[in-house]
């Protein structure tokens, strides 16, 4: 059943799967814990967060914030799920705490996160999650989940639109290679988030209200052996006024004259009928989107001149050809020299906008094969991306972490002889300062209680753990980075806004961030950093809670 909060209905989690028992046993096992110390109602507060920047970059793309919003809004345990959670936990639990579960809900919980799209930087809390410490608790392992994989996602795909440019279309192709359902799923619409155009999968379209793009495989063009298979060869025009009876006659004559053409030089000899014939009855079933895949048997000496015989042919009727798709071979080569083909039938001719057709690439594209076809200089308008953005071929995981900061109003640090794990304790508020050119220089945490950073103010910025790195900032704009998305069903929050938006946010964020940030290759890493009473805090209570050795 859907919760209402704002007057906005809120759904389940888009995966059914996303249950309370979507979660580690230890977190049970804690809630019984405080349960019977008497503490499972003492208020805490804990931070969301990331140490690294994933695939050697220096910015991520903040993802899953809704889904979570939806499992808290509609969180719950059912009778069936408490059996179970009686079944795996020791026999010496007593019946009270099963009892409680059964009146567990996120009532009295508050959270608090950075807008689902932003760009976002280690250590700096994505979300802030405060209420009963034995409820929150039970949150940890589902928030991770649903945000771990779909930032991975997101800033995966981010980093391909940037290598590939702003210029050119994305198409997410990755559903037969993803994790499963769910993993083509989440990564459709965290592909879409993160600045891709359109994808493959219909689900995700359906769901989520991504656009769908898709022509054929290798196998419809295989399957034809000649043009007499083509049963029904009539086509009408555009406008409907008039019809073709014998739409493969008519390519087959443009077929004759691209290969007589004197512009052409006798470039094309005798092409493969069968994909002519799959061309030609692909182009019947969809005349106002044909789109064909060139390299089922050779691309230059048949998929072109076949192609360009259809579209011709279609554009004899009022139809223009949607492109082409080359997913194997030397793709800058192969599309430069198909560009060169379309300029020159546009100009023999006179078919007005030839020369621009549509070029698609796919086969097994990443970062590194965009990069270097940039390097190269290629006439691709499109990409079709899937294994390694939805797969996340470069790195497997965000590595996300939910640590305790508060309880009772008492701040909490986790100390570790790694410096990179200390957490940075206390209910905080964090803030994005801009400088004179626009960009983003730094972004701040400052003790929940401290007044905020004012623009034309100078503001000391410190590393939170480093003494010597630090750096007076004077801003040209202030944005408070967290805003609060869940105040239990009655609380005032932000709405939650459509996918459509979220991605216009994070394209953007993007597009204002300093372009050394960005690049593949040695990107700037981008300040985070604490306001010197916090940064004084930290190191008063790490020194308070640290051990004391004693030398003999």
């Known amino acids: ?29 804690m809630a019984y814990a405080y349960w019977k110390a008497g503490k499972h109602n003492e208020r805490a507060v804990f931070d969301l967060y990331f140490r690294k920047n994933p695939f050697g970059g220096e910015y991520t793309v903040f993802a899953g914030l809704e889904e979570c919003i939806k499992f808290i809004a509609n969180f719950k345990l059912a009778d069936d799920e408490i059996d179970f959670v009686r079944q795996s936990l020791s026999s010496s639990c007593e019946e009270g705490f099963y009892k409680y579960l059964s009146g567990v809900d996120c009532s009295e ?32 392992t589902p928030f991770l989940n649903l945000i771990n994989y779909a930032s991975l996602v997101a800033t995966n795909a981010a980093r391909h639109r940037f290598v590939a440019g702003e210029s050119k279309m994305l198409l997410e192709f990755g559903l037969r290679r993803a994790q499963g359902p769910d993993g083509g799923i989440g990564a459709s619409r965290y592909c879409y988030m993160g600045g891709f155009h359109a994808t493959s999968n219909v689900a995700a379209g359906k769901i989520f209200g991504i656009p769908l793009r898709g022509t054929h495989s290798h196998a419809f063009v295989s399957s034809f052996m000649s043009p007499d298979e083509i049963i029904d060869k009539s086509l009408h025009s555009s406008d409907k006024r008039s019809t073709c009876e014998d739409f493969v006659s008519l390519v087959q004559t443009w077929l004759s004259k691209i290969q007589w053409s004197n512009s052409l030089n006798g470039t094309f000899g005798e092409t493969n009928h069968s994909e002519l014939a799959a061309f030609a009855s692909y182009a019947l079933a969809f005349p106002d989107n044909f789109l ?4 089922t048997y050779d691309v230059m000496r048949s998929g072109i001149p076949n192609f360009c015989a259809v579209a011709l042919a279609l554009n004899d009727l009022g139809y223009k050809a949607a492109g082409i798709r080359l997913d194997s071979g030397d793709l800058a080569y192969l599309s430069s020299e198909a560009r060169k083909i379309f300029r020159i039938i546009e100009k023999e001719f ?16 990443n970062e590194e094969t965009l990069d270097a076809l940039n390097k190269q200089g290629h006439e691709v308008d499109a990409f079709g ?33 790694d410096v990179t794990k200390v957490s940075i304790p ?16 730094v972004d701040i945490m400052t003790g929940e209680n401290e007044p905020p950073p004012k623009v034309g103010e100078r503001i000391l910025c410190r590393h939170p753990f480093n003494e010597s790195k630090r750096a007076y900032v004077v801003p040209q704009r202030v944005e408070e980075l967290m805003k609060c998305f869940w105040h239990g069903p009655g609380g005032v929050r932000e709405d939650l806004p459509p996918l459509k938006d979220i991605r216009e946010r994070c394209i953007s964020q993007l597009g204002k961030m300093r372009p050394d940030h960005m690049r593949r290759l040695n990107p700037t890493p981008y300040k985070v950093s604490v306001s010197a009473k916090l940064y004084d805090f930290i190191h008063f209570l790490w020194l308070n809670e640290a051990p004391v050795g004693e030398l003999q």
């Open 385 to 417: 991306i899937g294994t390694h953005v939805v797969t996340c071929y470069a790195q497997a995981a965000l590595g996300c972490v939910f640590k305790l900061v508060e309880i009772n109003n008492q701040p909490r640090i986790k100390l570790s002889e």
């Open 426 to 441: 206390c209910k905080k508020r964090s803030y994005r300062l801009f400088g004179k050119e626009g960009y983003p220089l």
């Open 292 to 295: 064909a895949l060139v390299d």
């Open 350 to 365: 006179g078919v007005t906008g030839f020369g621009k057709t549509v070029i698609t690439a796919s086969n097994d594209l």
């Open 109 to 140: 919980v508050e959270v608090y996160a950075i807008q689902e799209g932003s760009v976002v930087f280690p250590k700096v809390p994505l979300v802030r999650v405060e209420g009963p410490i034995a409820v929150v608790q039970l949150l940890e």
């Open 1 to 29: 059943m859907a919760a209402i909060s704002n007057g906005q209905v809120i759904a389940g989690p888009t995966n059914p799967m996303v249950t309370p028992l979507l979660t580690d046993l230890y977190q049970f096992t």
